[in-house]
Structure formats: C-alpha cells, structure tokens
C-alpha cells in the first residue's frame, strides 16, 4: 500500500492507495505539537490499513525554495512537520513538490486529478473547501508515488535486477 502525507504548520493531509493504485481512504488531521504529529500519524495509518502482513511505502512532501515558496518563517514549521512525520514510519520517502507536481498550478492538478477518480473515490473526499484542498494534495502525490513505483517494477523486469 502508498501512503503519501502532505504537511501542514498545525495539520497534515494522507491518502491511502491500495496495492492496484485505487484510493481506499484519506483523512486531514490537526495536531498541536510534533510529537502529536507523529503519533497521529502512525496510528490513522495503522487504523486505516486492512489487516495482515502487508508493506506500506509512504511519501512524505518536502519543502523546497523557489519562487513560489511560502514566507521563509513558514518552512522551517513545514519541514519540522514532514520530518516528524516521516520519522514515524522507516523508509519514508521524502518528495519535493517539483518533483511530483512538476511545477503545474495547484488548481489546474486539481482539477485534472479529480477527473481521473472513480466514483468511489470522489466519494472519500472531504466535502470542506479546506480540507478538500490539502487532501487533494495528498492523492495527487499518491497517485504520482504509485505510478513511479510501477515505472521502477517494470524497469527491473526489463532489466532484470
């Protein structure tokens, strides 16, 4: 299973992709300090994920500084955040937003990301503007995470490694 977490100041966004790529639950949750963070997240993942021996890959958003960075007084919150995240859970992967969103406007891969959802999915989007928005974050890079994975499976085949 993917899980990818978008980081917030005070909140992190997760969606949960099961091993063919479906969306099977997302979540945005609050916390108060780091340590919460990271708790929180490990136990909303080991809730979410069905029962069994089953690995789970998890993509955590990193911070980065180009010129659309938020103000320099809110990286250093953010990247706290992604890291306490990410230390909740060994081998997370840390992606940079160039990296998956490839430098697209967050409305327009909204908007395309929506388009590729099943029904079903759609439906475990949160109905809240707000939340709709960092949790759309959290399956776009999901979504993107478990394509790359697929590429890499289908590139050690080829290659036979």
């Known amino acids: 299973m993917i899980v990818a977490v978008d980081p917030g100041k005070s909140h992190y966004a997760w969606a949960l992709l099961r091993l063919d790529g ?11 300090d780091l340590e919460r963070a990271r708790m929180g997240f490990r136990n909303h993942i080991l809730c979410a994920v ?8 998890i993509a955590v958003e990193s ?16 990247a706290q ?9 060994p081998g997370a992967e ?5 990296q998956w969103t490839g430098g697209k406007k967050k ?3 909204h908007e395309a990301l929506k388009k590729t959802l099943t029904e079903d999915e759609l ?7 707000g939340e709709l928005k960092d949790v759309l974050d959290a399956v776009g890079l999901a979504k993107w995470y478990y394509r790359r ?12 490694s």
């Open 123 to 129: 439906a475990l989007l949160p109905k809240t503007k």
């Open 149 to 160: 994975m697929k590429a890499l499976e289908v590139a050690r085949g080829y290659l036979g």
């Open 94 to 98: 840390m992606i940079t937003p160039a």
């Open 63 to 78: 911070q980065q500084i180009d010129d659309r960075t938020c103000p320099g007084r809110d990286l250093i919150p953010l």
């Open 107 to 109: 409305a327009s891969r």
């Open 22 to 32: 479906v969306l099977h639950a997302c979540h945005k949750q609050r916390f108060e």
């Open 81 to 89: 955040a992604a890291g306490a995240i990410a230390s909740a859970w």
């Open 50 to 57: 069905p029962i069994g021996k089953i690995k789970i890959q």
